[in-house]
């Protein structure tokens, strides 16, 4: 009995760019929406630095606003950045924990009896 063995050619450099659909192969929607969105997301990031480089007063202490116990200084644009970080990062944790919970309690649900009848007598 003969064996034969299959040859797979290389790919072509065009196979792996983010816009390319190649037939029986996966294409990358996620890689294409990466390329149409973050440009712009870049443009407008750098364009709210450039606008609001004046150093401003953070305060923290909301009884005296003139001369802050707790208090920095520093450029306006970095509080807005920090700010939208922590809610990526606050909202990424509740969509986690979320997931967490629901594949838990599917988990926990789903007994042998419950998911494969055939199996329980």
């Known amino acids: 009995m003969e064996t034969t063995t299959a040859t797979i050619e290389p790919l ?3 196979h ?3 816009f390319v659909c190649v037939p029986n192969r996966k294409c990358r929607p996620v890689k294409l929406l990466r390329w149409i969105v973050l440009p712009p997301v870049v443009i407008l ?3 709210i630095a450039i ?3 004046k150093p401003v007063t953070f305060s923290l202490d ?3 606003p003139t ?3 707790i208090g920095l200084e520093m450029p306006l644009f970095l509080i807005i950045l920090a700010s939208v970080l ?3 990062l606050f909202g990424g944790l509740g969509a986690w924990a979320q997931a967490r919970r629901k594949a838990a309690k599917s988990k926990g649900s789903a007994t042998m009896g419950e998911t494969l ?3 329980r007598d």
Request: aromatic share 4%.
């Open 12 to 14: 072509s450099p065009l």
């Open 16 to 18: 792996s760019h983010p």
């Open 45 to 47: 990031v750098m364009a």
């Open 51 to 53: 606008a609001n480089r």
């Open 62 to 64: 909301p009884f005296d």
């Open 67 to 69: 001369s802050p116990a």
């Open 86 to 88: 922590i809610g990526i």
């Open 117 to 119: 009848p055939a199996l």
